[in-house]
């Protein structure tokens, strides 16, 4: 007769991510058997090599330190409800600076002053790279989400003719900076295999947790992010938010270029993009938006890129499932909040009135943000 | 549970007076005990209504009664858990809002569904079934027609952001009418009407009436009620508690059945224990207990706490009545020392046209300045400004003699300002936060919420649950998303919020919309109390007759301009009325 309390648990909105991720690996069994490939063979492969081989883990948890750190940042632009899609670009102009300021100082000072100055060489090439929409947008009202997605053309160009020319090291063909030798670069955990990255994500990680639960700058942005009417409207200073909030996730994703740098490539190669962006975005989303979240899910998303390509090859799958598997999994979530939406005691008709009242909810992109925005502004006379 | 009422035969559509047809007289809907739950609170619960062809059926209750969720079960919106509806005897599914009108039920919202850069033909033909292209001059003829009818002297082409809000209210009746609508759902619809739209609609609602139409109207407002109704429902915390039929309501005895129906609202004049549809829960009528279902947990689990609201009920129990009971000698005003003066102030609004011109005043400590207008002629800006929400393109603004204009709304606040919009749902709070962090908000930089960068998580707790006890609002707890809660509720944790932040000059913009009474009271007499206590109180408001009861003064707007300003003893609502229209006003042609 009348349904029984619907008391969302903590883990409610994970269970819908969870949900949407076996609904994804259904639907790419679907798509092996079509192809005449068995599923269960390849997801067994899957699972026992990528969780069952020491060689697997260690990978996966070399994987985990970059999507970490990026993850962080993103969540930072997205609970602020600032679209920042130029993750890709942020994180190559990092590496690419973290690459040339390392291998400038390598050898001259200690190791660890080395890292450090490489790691803030990295943020502040992402820095810089978000500079850009981050004043179109404050400035000028600019839609970031075109602005960051366009730099990420403008970044891997750019990068591609510094390193083609005036940061190339001059001794080698191909087009990449001077390798820094791999004494110097970062040192594995206790002789796990696995280099010190994964502890500054995590690091990383528990610090943005941090600001949103226990900081006033995360406070505001969270407010900003679920209704900036509000936020202006409580005096707070929406502009310089949504600049920290670009400004952050650009340095933290050019702190995960310069991570990769320091921890396992060395040096930075002319049309090097590792792609952390999409994955952040799935992985943040999968998170719910909660930052503790971020660490289980990025486990498992690098797992799942770490094992597929160890299961790709022997069974003759492209590499490319497991992207597409992350594809999947995105759409299968878009869907199962959309069930989770209408099967929740708020139904749709308050939602549109009052906005979801899950906390933690993705907010939506600024549809109606025109890009012009500057337009409304002036004429509004608000100070 | 047995149907009490057999189906009824299809009614057709009839002139009242006139040429007849022959009327089947069923009730054109049935709705069965109806029963809606939102997790915990159960917000319908086995609600009867039947619906008459002919008739205006209004709707009562509180605020958090259930009848906007038994309209929105009838329009579609919701699907009741349990009950059912039946259409001219036929039992039915509403499934969508789409579906309700397909049925012929059109529902008026609060808030209205046009789109404001859309000409009202356009917006009457939105969602129209007509295909890719639809023809808009055969509209056109149609609605010209009809417009004169409902005494629109526009042209169909005219942009909706053009018209007021009567006029655009108006087009959404004559949308949903268009689409063979023959139950006209309206919730609230006089909340954003003048005194003199409100006799209007009125008027066309009589009118539709006789035209055959069941029209629902939902209401808190017992006046319009008992003026145009032919049968009232009362509901109370999501039952059906008393039903009143034409021979009461057309009969003679109109002041009794307000009685009665204050009775059945509120309780407060008869504490006693009632049983309803044979439900075994019992309820306790005594003002200000919340009612309790099994598994509806008491918010703050004080079951015996006096909240402030319930204070100001019992306090002033003549609510209803237009009583002097908060009116006070005006003459300790005007002893009172100029708080804040503006000068000269010229402003924009949001849509970039001149908002306020050449505007001066002044505020004295202990008053309630209120502020009378229609819509749109400047009260809503003159309220930024004064808060500090708003710039002014030119003139001054002086706070104790020191000049504060154009320092922004930081300034205004650490100064002592506060401000209560009437936007609640967009601009007041932060619908998926937590009642905590709405709480928060606007000190969230300030001791004790925080040090300027470490929150203090345990005070701004402390801070929410002492105000909702001491303020009574209705909730699961401190760490409920606002949004869940009723207007009422967030209105008075609005409210509780700027008070908490001790203001000096505290700006309300229409504090009481869509409250139900007995919150619309407390925030009343809490603002006369924050006058008497030596703040200054600018209530901008719709309701004359609560500017009336509290103001000191009373300044109208008119196109930008405070065209006057009368102490409270000097005027009447006839008066203010006239000033409000400017005197330009045409007379409201209403339909033959």
Same mark, same amino acid.
């Given at each position: 007769?009348?349904?029984?309390?619907?008391?969302?648990?903590?883990?409610?909105?994970?269970?819908?991510?969870?949900?949407?991720?076996?609904?994804?690996?259904?639907?790419?069994?679907?798509?092996?058997?079509?192809?005449?490939?068995?599923?269960?063979?390849?997801?067994?492969?899957?699972?026992?090599? @990528?969780?069952?081989?020491?060689?697997?883990?260690?990978?996966?948890?070399?994987?985990?330190?970059?999507?970490?750190?990026?993850?962080?940042?993103?969540?930072?632009?997205?609970?602020?409800?600032?679209?920042?899609?130029?993750?890709? @670009?942020?994180?190559?102009?990092?590496?690419?600076?973290?690459?040339?300021?390392?291998?400038?100082?390598?050898?001259?000072?200690?190791?660890?002053?080395?890292?450090?100055?490489?790691?803030?060489?990295?943020? @502040?090439?992402?820095?810089?790279?978000?500079?850009?929409?981050?004043?179109?947008?404050?400035?000028?009202?600019?839609?970031?989400?075109?602005?960051?997605?366009?730099?990420? $053309?403008?970044?891997?160009?750019?990068?591609?003719?510094?390193?083609?020319?005036?940061?190339?090291?001059?001794?080698?063909?191909?087009?990449?900076?001077?390798?820094?030798?791999?004494?110097?670069?970062?040192?594995?955990?206790?002789?796990?295999?696995?280099?010190?990255?994964?502890?500054?994500?995590?690091?990383?990680?528990?610090?943005?947790?941090?600001?949103?639960?226990?900081?006033?700058?995360?406070?505001?942005?969270?407010?900003?992010?679920?209704?900036?009417?509000?936020?202006?409207?409580?005096?707070?200073?929406?502009?310089?938010?949504?600049?920290?909030?670009?400004?952050?996730?650009?340095?933290?994703?050019?702190?995960?270029?310069?991570?990769?740098?320091?921890?396992?490539?060395?040096?930075?190669?002319?049309?090097?993009?590792?792609?952390?962006?999409?994955?952040?975005?799935?992985?943040? $989303?999968?998170?719910?938006?909660?930052?503790?979240?971020?660490?289980?899910?990025? $486990?498992?998303?690098?797992?799942?890129?770490?094992?597929?390509?160890?299961?790709?090859?022997?069974?003759?799958?492209?590499?490319?499932?497991?992207?597409?598997?992350?594809?999947?999994?995105?759409?299968?979530?878009?869907?199962?909040? $959309?069930?989770?939406?209408?099967?929740?005691?708020?139904?749709?008709?308050?939602?549109?009135?009052?906005?979801?009242?899950?906390?933690?909810?993705?907010?939506?992109?600024?549809?109606?943000?025109?890009?012009?925005?500057?337009?409304?502004?002036?004429?509004?006379?608000?100070? | 549970?047995?149907?009490?009422?057999?189906?009824?035969?299809?009614?057709?559509?009839?002139?009242?007076?006139?040429?007849?047809?022959?009327?089947?007289?069923?009730?054109?809907?049935?709705?069965?005990?109806?029963?809606?739950?939102?997790?915990?609170?159960?917000?319908?619960?086995?609600?009867?209504?039947?619906?008459?062809?002919?008739?205006?059926?209004?709707?009562?209750?509180?605020?958090?009664?259930?009848?906007?969720?038994?309209?929105?079960?009838?329009?579609?919106?919701?699907?009741?858990?349990?009950?059912?509806?039946?259409?001219?005897?036929?039992?039915?599914?509403?499934?969508?809002?789409?579906?309700?009108?397909?049925?012929?039920?059109?529902?008026?919202?609060?808030?209205?569904?046009?789109?404001?850069?859309?000409?009202?033909?356009?917006?009457?033909?939105?969602?129209?079934?007509?295909?890719?292209?639809?023809?808009?001059?055969?509209?056109?003829?149609?609605?010209?027609?009809?417009?004169?009818?409902?005494?629109?002297?526009?042209?169909?082409?005219?942009?909706?952001?053009?018209?007021?809000?009567?006029?655009?209210?108006?087009?959404?009746?004559?949308?949903?009418?268009?689409?063979?609508?023959?139950?006209?759902?309206?919730?609230?619809?006089?909340?954003?009407?003048?005194?003199?739209?409100?006799?209007?609609?009125?008027?066309?609602?009589?009118?539709?009436?006789?035209?055959?139409?069941?029209?629902?109207?939902?209401?808190?407002?017992?006046?319009?009620?008992?003026?145009?109704?032919?049968?009232?429902?009362?509901?109370?915390?999501?039952?059906?508690?008393?039903?009143?039929?034409?021979?009461?309501?057309?009969?003679?005895?109109?002041?009794?059945?307000?009685?009665?129906?204050?009775?059945?609202?509120?309780?407060?004049?008869?504490?006693?224990?009632?049983?309803?549809?044979?439900?075994?829960?019992?309820?306790?009528?005594?003002?200000?207990?919340?009612?309790?279902?099994?598994?509806?947990?008491?918010?703050?689990?004080?079951?015996?706490?006096?909240?402030?609201?319930?204070?100001?009920?019992?306090?002033?129990?003549?609510?209803?009545?237009?009583?002097?009971?908060?009116?006070?000698?005006?003459?300790?005003?005007?002893?009172?020392?100029?708080?804040?003066?503006?000068?000269?102030?010229?402003?924009?609004?949001?849509?970039?046209?001149?908002?306020?011109?050449?505007?001066?005043?002044?505020?004295?400590?202990?008053?309630?300045?209120?502020?009378?207008?229609?819509?749109?002629?400047?009260?809503?800006?003159?309220?930024?400004?004064?808060?500090?929400?708003?710039?002014?393109?030119?003139?001054?603004?002086?706070?104790?003699?020191?000049?504060?204009?154009?320092?922004?709304?930081?300034?205004?606040?650490?100064?002592?300002?506060?401000?209560?919009?009437?936007?609640?749902?967009?601009?007041?709070?932060?619908?998926?936060?937590?009642?905590?962090?709405?709480?928060?908000?606007?000190?969230?930089?300030?001791?004790?919420?925080?040090?300027?960068?470490?929150?203090?998580?345990?005070?701004?707790?402390?801070?929410?649950?002492?105000?909702?006890?001491?303020?009574?609002?209705?909730?699961?707890?401190?760490?409920?998303?606002?949004?869940?809660?009723?207007?009422?509720?967030?209105?008075?944790?609005?409210?509780?919020?700027?008070?908490?932040?001790?203001?000096?000059?505290?700006?309300?913009?229409?504090?009481?919309?869509?409250?139900?009474?007995?919150?619309?009271?407390?925030?009343?007499?809490?603002?006369?109390?924050?006058?008497?206590?030596?703040?200054?109180?600018?209530?901008?408001?719709?309701?004359?007759?609560?500017?009336?009861?509290?103001?000191?003064?009373?300044?109208?707007?008119?196109?930008?301009?405070?065209?006057?300003?009368?102490?409270?003893?000097?005027?009447?609502?006839?008066?203010?009325?006239?000033?409000?229209?400017?005197?330009?006003?045409?007379?409201?042609?209403?339909?033959?």
């Amino acid at each position: 007769m009348t349904r029984g309390a619907l008391v969302p648990s903590r883990f409610a909105p994970v269970l819908t991510s969870l949900a949407a991720i076996v609904a994804a690996m259904i639907l790419g069994g679907v798509f092996l058997a079509m192809r005449g490939k068995d599923p269960l063979a390849a997801y067994g492969m899957l699972f026992s090599r @990528g969780l069952g081989t020491s060689y697997g883990i260690t990978e996966t948890l070399i994987r985990m330190a970059p999507l970490l750190i990026v993850s962080a940042g993103l969540l930072i632009s997205l609970r602020a409800g600032v679209w920042n899609i130029g993750i890709d @670009g942020q994180l190559m102009v990092g590496a690419l600076f973290a690459g040339v300021v390392a291998s400038a100082v390598a050898g001259q000072i200690a190791n660890p002053l080395m890292w450090l100055a490489a790691a803030l060489a990295g943020m @502040g090439g992402g820095l810089l790279w978000a500079l850009v929409p981050a004043i179109l947008r404050v400035r000028w009202g600019l839609n970031e989400i075109i602005t960051t997605l366009m730099m990420n $053309y403008v970044a891997l160009n750019v990068t591609s003719w510094l390193v083609k020319g005036p940061v190339k090291d001059p001794n080698v063909v191909p087009p990449q900076t001077r390798l820094i030798p791999q004494e110097m670069r970062l040192p594995d955990i206790a002789g796990s295999g696995v280099h010190i990255g994964l502890l500054v994500g995590l690091v990383v990680v528990l610090l943005v947790s941090v600001l949103f639960r226990n900081t006033v700058v995360g406070f505001m942005l969270d407010i900003l992010g679920r209704n900036r009417q509000a936020a202006i409207h409580a005096g707070m200073p929406v502009n310089r938010l949504t600049l920290v909030a670009l400004l952050a996730s650009g340095a933290l994703a050019g702190l995960a270029g310069a991570n990769d740098i320091l921890g396992v490539k060395g040096l930075f190669q002319g049309n090097w993009n590792p792609g952390y962006g999409f994955a952040a975005f799935a992985l943040v $989303y999968l998170a719910r938006l909660h930052s503790l979240w971020i660490i289980p899910f990025a $486990y498992f998303l690098s797992f799942l890129a770490i094992g597929g390509e160890m299961m790709a090859r022997p069974l003759g799958i492209p590499t490319y499932f497991v992207e597409m598997l992350e594809g999947l999994m995105l759409l299968c979530f878009a869907v199962a909040t $959309y069930f989770e939406r209408i099967r929740s005691p708020f139904g749709r008709a308050e939602e549109i009135e009052t906005g979801p009242a899950t906390a933690g909810e993705p907010p939506g992109p600024l549809v109606g943000d025109p890009v012009f925005e500057p337009v409304a502004r002036s004429a509004g006379g608000r100070p | 549970m047995a149907n009490p009422h057999p189906p009824a035969p299809l009614s057709r559509r009839a002139g009242r007076g006139g040429n007849e047809e022959p009327i089947d007289r069923g009730p054109i809907i049935a709705m069965r005990d109806i029963s809606k739950r939102f997790g915990p609170a159960l917000a319908n619960d086995h609600i009867s209504l039947d619906l008459w062809p002919g008739e205006v059926h209004a709707v009562l209750g509180e605020n958090g009664a259930g009848k906007t969720t038994l309209m929105n079960v009838l329009a579609g919106m919701y699907q009741p858990d349990a009950g059912t509806i039946r259409i001219a005897g036929e039992e039915v599914q509403i499934a969508s809002p789409a579906d309700a009108l397909r049925r012929g039920i059109g529902t008026v919202y609060q808030h209205f569904t046009l789109v404001p850069n859309l000409s009202i033909v356009e917006n009457v033909v939105l969602g129209d079934e007509g295909g890719f292209l639809p023809d808009l001059s055969a509209a056109d003829a149609k609605l010209t027609a009809m417009l004169a009818d409902f005494g629109l002297d526009v042209s169909p082409r005219t942009e909706i952001r053009n018209l007021a809000l009567g006029q655009r209210q108006r087009v959404e009746i004559i949308k949903v009418l268009l689409r063979g609508s023959r139950v006209l759902v309206l919730d609230e619809p006089t909340s954003v009407l003048t005194p003199g739209e409100v006799t209007a609609l009125l008027d066309l609602l009589r009118h539709l009436r006789d035209q055959g139409v069941a029209v629902v109207l939902i209401t808190h407002k017992l006046g319009e009620a008992l003026a145009v109704s032919d049968r009232v429902t009362i509901l109370r915390n999501g039952r059906n508690v008393g039903e009143f039929g034409p021979d009461v309501m057309t009969g003679a005895a109109k002041e009794s059945v307000r009685d009665r129906i204050v009775e059945q609202m509120f309780g407060a004049t008869q504490p006693t224990e009632t049983r309803h549809h044979g439900a075994q829960q019992s309820i306790d009528v005594s003002p200000g207990v919340a009612i309790k279902h099994p598994g509806h947990s008491e918010p703050a689990g004080e079951e015996s706490r006096h909240s402030r609201t319930d204070a100001a009920f019992s306090r002033d129990s003549s609510f209803l009545g237009m009583t002097t009971s908060l009116r006070r000698s005006p003459s300790r005003a005007e002893s009172g020392t100029t708080l804040l003066s503006l000068r000269g102030i010229s402003t924009l609004g949001d849509r970039g046209a001149p908002a306020l011109q050449d505007l001066s005043l002044d505020l004295h400590r202990g008053e309630v300045f209120g502020i009378a207008g229609v819509d749109g002629n400047g009260q809503k800006e003159l309220g930024e400004v004064i808060a500090g929400q708003r710039a002014v393109s030119s003139g001054q603004i002086f706070l104790d003699g020191a000049e504060i204009t154009n320092r922004g709304l930081g300034t205004a606040t650490r100064l002592g300002i506060g401000y209560v919009t009437d936007d609640r749902l967009h601009e007041g709070s932060v619908a998926a936060s937590s009642v905590t962090d709405n709480v928060a908000l606007k000190a969230i930089g300030r001791q004790p919420f925080s040090n300027g960068f470490w929150l203090n998580r345990r005070a701004m707790d402390e801070e929410a649950r002492r105000l909702i006890v001491e303020f009574g609002v209705k909730t699961p707890g401190p760490e409920t998303a606002i949004g869940m809660l009723s207007g009422g509720n967030i209105q008075k944790l609005l409210l509780a919020r700027e008070l908490a932040l001790a203001p000096k000059l505290l700006v309300c913009n229409k504090p009481t919309t869509g409250l139900d009474l007995r919150t619309a009271r407390f925030v009343v007499q809490t603002l006369r109390e924050q006058a008497d206590a030596g703040k200054v109180v600018v209530l901008i408001s719709s309701e004359l007759d609560e500017l009336m009861e509290i103001s000191d003064r009373i300044g109208v707007m008119y196109n930008g301009q405070l065209v006057a300003v009368m102490p409270r003893g000097e005027t009447d609502l006839e008066t203010l009325g006239n000033l409000m229209l400017g005197g330009a006003r045409r007379a409201f042609k209403v339909p033959a």
